[in-house]
Nanobody, 115 residues
């Protein structure tokens, strides 16, 4: 059974940083495109950042310049470095793995930005 396990969420003050990790198991990680999505209360789930199997990255306009997505194929792990966090970044962050017709989600990790 495929597993995506997120970690690294928590409470941080505005302007602070967090690093999310997503460890994948039971998939050929290197061929999957990986993404981070988030969902705030009352909002739809939205794409935050993605990284292809060839490490091409893409960011939403709201996080461009503040967040960095990366992957370590040797560790089957994708990361999201979040800097200069704002209260509007508060949400549950989900990891996603996608390859052709295969699509998997993690259970999510809460990120709260508040003073």
């Amino acid at each position: 059974q495929v597993q995506l396990v997120e970690s690294g969420g928590g409470l941080v003050q505005p302007g602070g940083s967090l690093r999310l990790s997503c460890a994948a198991s039971r998939i050929t990680f290197s061929i999957y495109a990986m993404g981070w999505y988030r969902q705030a209360p009352g909002n739809q789930r939205e794409l935050v950042a993605s990284i292809s199997s060839t490490s091409i990255t893409n960011y939403s306009d709201s996080v461009k310049g503040r967040f960095t997505i990366s992957r370590d194929n040797a560790k089957n792990t994708v990361y999201l470095q979040m800097d200069s966090l704002k209260p509007e970044d508060t949400a549950i962050y989900y990891c996603n793995a996608h390859h052709i017709r295969f699509n998997y989600w993690g259970q999510g990790t809460q990120v709260t930005v508040s003073s």
